[in-house]
C-alpha cells in the first residue's frame, strides 16, 4: 500500500508569506502527526490530530496550525514566516490512538529567504 | 517531563566493525514505549524497533539488535557487522512525542 505522501517536496518562500504543507496518511490510518527539523533543534513535535481533533500540540508559537480533514489528510500551515521557520516538516501516520510506531513521509523541505 | 539524550552525536566507523549507539531517557510514566527509527539521506524515518516498557527483553533482528535496561533508563542499539548502507541518522524516541537529537552513522568501505 502506499506510504504517507507529503507534497509539495521543496518549498521556497519570502520572510512573511505563508505557507500550506499536505500530508496524505497511509490508507486507514486515522492519526496525523507533525514533526519540524532543524539541525540545531532535532526532531520537535508539533501537533496531532486524530479523526479531525487535535489531540496534542508541541510549543510553537499560534503561527503554526493545522487541521485534519473527514479523509485523514492533513494539512498544516505556517503564517508570517520567519528565517527561522527554515526546516524539514515530516507527517506521520499511524493507525490508532495506541502507542505505536508511526510511518513517516519524506518530508517538505521549506526555504524561508 | 520527558527526554531522550543521544550523547553520540556522530559515530565514524569502517565497515564490517560492530557500532553500538546509545540511548538515555527520562520519564515519569510507568508504562512507555520507545523507539528507533533510521533516517537515510532521502528524509523519511524508517521505523526499526518498538519496545513497551514492560517487556525488558533482548531483541536481535538480524544485524540489529537492542538492550533495553529498565534500571538504567537505557535503550542501546547495536549493528553487527556494519555495512555502508547503514550509513544513516538513527533517532531514539519515547513515545511519539519525545526524541532524542539522533545520532549520525558513517560507515566507510
Known amino acids: 500500500k502506499a506510504g504517507v505522501t507529503q507534497t509539495p517536496r521543496y518549498l521556497i518562500k519570502t520572510r512573511g508569506q505563508q505557507v500550506t504543507l499536505s500530508c496524505s496518511p497511509i490508507s486507514g490510518h486515522r492519526s496525523v502527526s507533525w514533526y519540524q527539523q532543524t539541525p540545531g533543534q532535532g526532531l520537535q513535535f508539533l501537533f496531532e490530530?486524530?479523526?479531525?481533533?487535535?489531540?496534542n500540540k508541541g510549543n510553537f508559537p499560534g503561527r503554526f496550525s493545522g487541521r485534519q480533514f473527514s479523509n485523514s489528510r492533513s494539512e498544516m500551515n505556517v503564517s508570517t514566516l520567519e528565517l527561522g521557520d527554515s526546516a524539514l516538516y515530516l507527517c506521520?501516520?499511524?493507525?490508532?490512538?495506541?502507542?505505536?510506531?508511526?510511518?513517516f513521509g519524506s518530508g517538505t523541505r521549506l526555504t524561508v529567504v | 517531563a520527558q527526554k531522550v539524550t543521544q550523547a553520540q552525536t556522530e559515530i565514524s566507523v569502517v565497515e564490517k566493525e560492530d557500532v553500538t549507539l546509545d540511548c538515555v531517557y527520562e520519564?515519569?510514566?510507568?508504562?512507555?514505549?520507545l523507539f528507533w527509527y533510521k533516517q537515510p539521506p532521502s528524509g523519511e524515518l524508517v521505523f526499526l524497533i518498538r519496545r513497551n516498557s514492560f517487556d525488558e527483553q533482548n531483541e536481535i533482528s538480524g544485524r540489529y539488535s537492542w538492550n533495553f535496561q529498565k534500571s538504567t533508563s537505557s535503550f542501546n542499539f547495536t549493528i553487527t557487522a556494519s555495512q555502508v548502507v547503514d550509513s544513516a541518522v538513527y533517532f531514539c524516541a519515547l513515545g511519539t512525542l519525545t526524541f532524542g537529537k539522533g545520532t549520525m552513522l558513517l560507515v566507510s568501505p
Open positions: 490530530y486524530f479523526s479531525e481533533t487535535q489531540r
Open positions: 506521520a501516520s499511524r493507525h490508532g490512538q495506541a502507542d505505536y510506531g508511526y510511518t
Open positions: 520519564t515519569r510514566d510507568t508504562t512507555y514505549y
